[in-house]
């Protein structure tokens, strides 16, 4: 006597063939092989993951399977939790969060609202961290062709820095540090990009009654004079007082761009012409011009240097770095190793 044929509720859900011998995590649907869990996942777009909200009778959590569930679902949270922390450092990112310190050391640091903890050893590193606006005017400053290099907080020329990205005009504003030696002050003043160096250098030291504002008729030379001085605008560089001239109709932003700039600009006033400095009529022996300076240094060396004091913050970030090597003979890095200078393009 033939054995009666089995129900179809009785064999795979998939195949209808074998009886099932696997269940379904996520929707109980009963499987024969690995084949036909597969054929259920992709046909049914089920994940095969037990949904841990999923409604379940309180006898049924009261048992040992359902405490095991819970243990791993708690298991594979930590287990993330630990990959996304090892992933975030691994890519150069400081991680907050409380439950990443030491205990000692939480214990010791109570988290304010809105602090800030390092990774490491849980110290507050706010001071470390932009400022309003810091962040924006570092990329506009990048954007417009000029490097800038931060000094670290709290020192002279950070605080004297003001230079930020103008709300209104919605163009960068810059601190502008004037080195006068016609025996008159320093002034330390804001500008915007497009204002020109003598409309700045008039607002820095308003000329007299009698004092006239106005450039030569006949252009005789390339930079003339501007009310008995010249301008002049210092690359950095090491041993000497390397001066580039700027014509008085120069806007800022011509001027800046494709330089680099420790904080924010320092432009030169001298009585001294740039052949009196080519000539060596000058009072400081150290001053010469940039052209004159880097027919004497080849561009591999400066280009190696600068390399090797290239360091990133960023805001970083990062990216932006490539350009740096087709780029670094036009300016040499005054900044302190320890110092972080910031991503902008070097000119």
Known sequence: MSEPEPLLSELCTICHITPPKYRCPRCSIR????????????????????????????????????????????????????????????????LEHGYMLDPKVASNNKRKRGGNYSKEDGSSNKKNKPVRGESAFLRAANEAGVRVERSPRGMTRN???????????????????????????????????????????DRAYPPANNETTSLPDKKETEFPPYRNVYFYIRRNAYHHIVLAPLHPDTTL????????????????????????????????????????????????????????????????????????????????????????PVEAKLG
Not at 167 to 182: E, F, G, R
Not at 309 to 334: I, K, M, P, Q, R
């Open 159 to 201: 605080k004297q820095n003001k230079s930020r990205v103008h709300p209104k005009h919605k163009c960068l504003s810059w601190t502008v540090d004037w080195i006068h030696t016609c025996g008159r002050d320093t002034v330390v003043q804001n500008y915007l990009e497009t204002i020109t160096i003598g409309q700045a250098y």
């Open 253 to 340: 932003a011509d001027a800046l761009r494709g330089r680099t700039v420790y904080e924010h600009p320092r432009l030169y006033v001298l009585p001294n012409s740039p052949t009196d400095i080519e000539n060596g009529d000058v009072d400081d022996e150290s001053t010469i011009l940039e052209k004159t300076w880097l027919r004497d240094h080849s561009p591999e060396t400066e280009s190696d240097k600068n390399d090797e004091d290239d360091f990133t913050s960023s805001e970083g970030s990062s990216s932006e770095e490539s350009e740096e090597d087709d780029e670094s003979e036009s300016e040499v890095s005054l900044s302190d190793p320890k110092l972080e």
């Open 31 to 94: 499987t024969c092989s690995l084949a036909c869990t597969r054929r259920h996942k992709n046909w049914s777009q089920c994940s095969g993951v037990r949904d841990p909200a999923a409604y379940a009778p309180r006898a049924q959590l009261e048992t040992t399977g359902a405490l095991d569930r819970d243990f791993n679902f708690i298991t594979g949270i930590e287990r993330g939790l630990e990959r996304a922390e090892r992933e975030a450092r691994a890519r150069g990112f400081e």
